[in-house]
């Protein structure tokens, strides 16, 4: 028996236990602590929206402590000798306050943008991998469709996010915004008037778009990705097909210590990318574009990237109006409103149309290789391939000026290109999915090629096939059933190389990992011997 | 570093945590059984305790570490130190962002590389598998929820169907209430488009009633006022309604292009302009003015291309031809830049005998 006195080490035990008397956290947090996540390098692309998103809040809060949402017209009489004496909003004003006057503050508006070009991307390239992967599929069609409207809610932040500097370039975004908002039938000129509290552009819409960017949509945001990554746990995430990995369990890592310290290093990498990025690479220069005004623009004006398909698809719209007795459609209604809203709406509803299609009710928390589903990937290929055209399209007009190519053959090229080239894609892809999954069966059927030549005694020569599993009487490969999981296809991929051989730093020949989980041991020189389909 | 293979049934069983002979890693693989957990393999990366290759490892995330807080450093010297001033010409403050940029980068970068080959490196490897529980709670737990809500729903429902005088109240009480909510938003946030004297839609800062009944003159930028020897032949100008504020963003769909034209060209816009019946008569002389503004989406149509007598929009590349009334000849744009009918005044200065007689801007619904 030990005695009893002021024990330091007994101290935090104390305190634990003093914790959970009160909020009976130990259960709880044991689950968390152990909850195991399976690993693969596609599903951190989502992580870097939500670091990216952290970035987002962490510089907007330091540019709102310097930033003016108002239009009042102010002489500027900054830093910036250019400028100096010229009328302008107090939004722009602060603006290039923030630029010139408050140091660092370049720095952590530059952060700020590079950091919502990085959100908005790395939410499409997540999009897709969920997509090619089918990773959306009961039960997680709901999750899908939070990623949708997050994507259109990122698309609106970063809409009134480079509108409040009011520059020339935001101001023309501006502009064409109103005109979008005119061109909705009956109710147009009432919704651009009503959000711009009279004739464009007013004085009220950058303190409007301001409260809509600083608490309006990061809350949504902040809301949905909460719930988003609420559902991840719950319902715990994907995992590939492979080796003791089964549609009942996840095969993974616990989320402490190992798989919580990787993100941490992770979002730490992508700060840093972010902030050499900021540092290095110019974005938005708003003093070079002067304060808005109505009647100056320049060639070349283009929004931020995630906005450039919809003015691509704006600028490829023939213009076909539509007469209805006094009144009339423009052509800008069907791009802007119709395409843009079909474009973020329609995709929410594919996990419910293609689970009706192919009458799938069961519950899927395998993933599937693209290859394996060709027709999912031709749909994707055609809306990717539609998708860049139009983004092209967005900044044709540079393209043409920079390869010499006449503006109006660029348009064409847009117009033909939408309706051509996706079915092409969709074509396309198609074949190559089922080319692979040939191969595959392929492999599996007959073995790996080994490259070795043999010459028969009847002088025929044929090439010798390395049997992935079990061979019959006549030395045949038993043909082997497809797990879903990579095949291997090359010797080196079963273990066929031999043991490295020491570099001065590092091996000079580094033996392949072998296709398999991180369950099965590392293939090594002296494992050769078993050699499986990569299926249990 | 232990390395262990469990077989199944050893981690089946439930241990006594009271056991003192338990060690911490038992205690731990106690838990991992509650959580439907089963470790597989938990090892170490390296042969032995103290291993060379280990060794290396723990100094290169060492030396990240070090980096990253060199970075750190540098970031402070130069935030604190480095001119950050803005001046013009080539001096050292145009350095200074990069400079923040490549220390906090490299900084950040090098701390996410040590954390990451921390983990990935010096920690035990490690292979679990967990149970997944989908598809819905058990039957009798769905039943007896659905059947609690059914409850609930039959208390409220049914007690306000037996009692027609509370469900005529709380449809009295409630509406209303819904839209005081809805009033302030209505009331205060839409704006009816139509309602001024001089409707905004239709109105330009050219239309006399700005100017007190009287016309408005054509002005550059800074107010002053254009005679017609101001353009040369070819020559084009933006101009202003010449009156308070014409030319700031109070008026922003009142920009015109004032465009002096050659005389073939100027003989081939009049007569495009005369067979036109808003057109008519708006030319002075050779001089023709087009609103600026794209009757797309709004931008300014403002590249002129002189040889080919077009006006190029650069928002959507709408083109419009000067000689036959602004007619969109390529492009989104449907309608034509509507013409300003110019006049000179009895002092010599431009001014606009009307305002436009066409809707300047983007298209809309019920544009007449």
Known sequence: MKRRKVDLQQAPVNAAKGVDERFQAATPLRALLNKVFPDHWSFLLGEIALFSFIILLLTGVFLTLFFDPSMKEVAYEGAYPALRGTEMSAAYESSLHISFEVRGGLFMRQMHHWAALLFMASIVIHMARIFFTGAYRKPREANWAIGMILFLLGFLAGFTGYSLPDDGLSGTGLRIASAIMLSIPVVGTWLSASIFGGEFPGHLIIGRFYIAHVLLIPGGLLALISVHLGLVFKQKHTQWPGPMRTNTNVVGERMFPRYALKQGGFFMAVFGTVALMAGLFQINPIWLFGPYRASEVSSASQPDWYVMFMDGLVRLMPNWQIYIGDYSIPPLFWPAVVGLGALTTGPIFWPWIEARKSGDKRIHNLLERPRDNPERVGIGAMAFTFFIIATLSGGNDVIADKFHISLNAMTWAGRIGMLVLPPLAYFISVRICLGLQQHDREVLAHGVETGIIKRLPNGQFVEVHQPLGPVDDHGHPIPLEYGGWVVPKKMNRVGALAPAVKGFFFPVEKPAEAPVSPGMPPVSGDTREEITSGRK | ?368
Not at chain 2, 9 to 29: G, H, M, N, W, Y
Not at chain 2, 91 to 103: K, R, V, W
Not at chain 2, 138 to 161: H, R, S, Y
Request: some cysteine.
């Open chain 2, 1 to 368: 570093m232990t390395t262990l293979h469990d077989d199944a049934t050893a981690t089946q069983k439930a241990v006594d945590v009271s056991d003192p002979r338990l060690s911490r890693f038992d205690i731990v693989k106690e838990g991992l059984r509650r959580d439907e957990i089963e470790i597989i393999t938990y090892e170490s990366q390296f042969q032995g305790t103290n291993s060379k290759a280990e060794k290396r490892v723990v100094r290169n995330i060492a030396l990240l570490f070090i980096i990253a807080g060199l970075g750190a450093l540098a970031f402070l010297g130069f935030y604190i130190w480095w001119p950050w001033r803005f001046e013009l010409g080539e001096t050292l403050s145009d350095f200074y962002t990069p400079l923040l940029g490549i220390s906090l980068g490299v900084s950040l970068f090098a701390l996410g590389l040590a954390i990451l080959a921390w983990a990935k490196k010096l920690l035990p490897h490690e292979v679990s598998i967990q149970a997944r529980h989908d598809g819905g709670s058990p039957t009798d737990e769905q039943k007896i929820t659905g059947q609690t809500m059914m409850f609930v729903a039959d208390e409220l429902g049914n007690g306000v169907q037996r009692r027609p005088l509370l469900k005529g109240a709380i449809g009295f009480g409630l509406a209303p209430i819904g839209l005081v909510a809805a009033a302030p938003l209505i009331g205060g946030l839409i704006e009816n488009p139509h309602k001024d004297e001089l409707p905004i839609m239709y109105t330009t800062g050219f239309n006399p009633g700005k100017n007190g009944g009287n016309l408005v003159r054509l002005t550059r930028e800074d107010g002053s006022p254009i005679r017609p020897e101001d353009v040369s032949t070819g020559g084009q100008m933006t101009v202003f309604p010449g009156i308070p504020h014409g030319a700031t963003n109070e008026y922003a769909d009142s920009p015109t292009l004032l465009i002096h034209l050659r005389a073939d060209d100027a003989q081939k816009t009049r007569e495009a302009a005369e067979a036109d019946r808003r057109n008519q008569g708006s030319m002075w002389g050779d001089y023709v003015a087009y609103s600026k503004i794209c009757t797309h989406a709004g931008c300014p149509a403002s590249l002129y291309e002189q040889q080919t007598n077009r006006l190029l929009c650069p928002c959507h590349q709408s083109q419009f031809l000067i000689t036959r009334n602004a007619q969109p000849i390529f492009g989104p744009a449907t309608r034509r830049l509507p013409m300003l009918p110019l006049g000179v005044d009895e002092e010599g200065y431009f001014v606009a005998t009307s305002d436009f007689k066409d809707t300047v801007g983007p298209d809309f619904w019920e544009r007449p």
